[in-house]
């Protein structure tokens, strides 16, 4: 055995491996019980499928709509991510370049206002969306997840543009850039690292929660892919067999979309702590 691959690096990567099947898991048994019969499901959900039925799939997109609910989901999530993106990479912008006591209060609260729970706002924020007028809205939802997500979105982008060197900004100063052009042409680019971190997490956020939209949509032509879910459990009925389905079909497009760009995590959040 080589020294670069001693035995305390084959148990580590043992360990890992072995957590990573296991977190793996709970996914393998949703896909498992997904093609099984709901009396199989009850009895022992942790058989191996006897029969495969893949009708679950057609009946749990047939009874919530799967592509309304799809629809509905991708809009929300990519506008919300939109206006996180572009509102708190300039908000982390100028509180990291313009050093005052304003700029760092601002940062301050911005980053205070993580640690708050949702369950202390839940009710206070039902009350403002009903003033507003933004119950069972979509552009109210977008509006309410740009809100709760800027504190997260900003405290990312502040520590990476501290690390960027402000001679290219001084620079296009000097040539005459406005503040606008300086940040979408010079500034923006070099935050490409961050900015796919800040998508991947928001959007796993976004997309499969559940509490928000319970709280603001009330329509069912406007409930998102788990609020749809949600509709095969009632007081007495339990469909596991097509919610399972549905949920497969719901998860697979945001494992994809994190699978793809998953590299990023780790270096740009490290590249943000080193340069904060």
Request: with cysteine.
């Amino acid at each position: 055995m080589s020294k670069r691959y001693s035995p305390a690096l084959f148990i580590i990567e043992t360990l890992v491996l072995v957590m990573g099947l296991l977190f793996l898991l709970p996914f393998f048994m949703i896909l498992m019980n997904s093609v099984k019969p709901i009396s199989d499901i009850v009895r022992n959900a942790a058989e191996f499928p006897k029969s495969f039925q893949w009708n679950n799939y057609v009946l749990a997109v047939r009874e919530i709509k799967m592509e309304t609910a799809f629809l509905n989901s991708l809009l929300i999530t990519v506008a919300s991510i939109v206006g996180m993106v572009v509102l708190g990479a300039m908000a982390a912008w100028k509180m990291a370049r313009v050093k005052t006591p304003l700029s760092r209060i601002m940062f301050f609260l911005y980053v205070a206002a993580m640690v708050i729970p949702f369950q202390a706002l839940m009710i206070p924020l039902v009350k403002v969306a009903v003033v507003l007028d933004i119950i069972n809205s979509r552009s109210g939802l977008i509006f309410i997840y740009v809100g709760f997500g800027l504190p997260f979105t900003i405290f990312l982008y502040h520590g990476f543009v501290k690390g960027l060197p402000r001679e290219l900004e001084e620079s296009a100063m000097i040539d005459g850039c406005t503040q606008v052009r300086i940040f979408s042409m010079i500034v923006f680019p070099l935050l490409k690292t961050i900015t796919t971190t800040v998508i991947i997490l928001q959007t796993l956020w976004i997309w499969n929660d559940f509490l928000l939209p319970a709280l603001i949509l009330y329509k069912r032509e406007y409930h998102t892919i788990p609020l749809s879910i949600n509709r095969f459990f009632g007081q007495y009925l339990y469909q596991w067999d097509k919610a399972l389905a549905a949920l497969v079909l719901s998860t697979l497009p945001v494992i994809l979309f994190f699978l793809a760009l998953q590299k990023n995590i780790v270096k740009s959040i490290a590249a943000g702590a080193l340069k904060g």
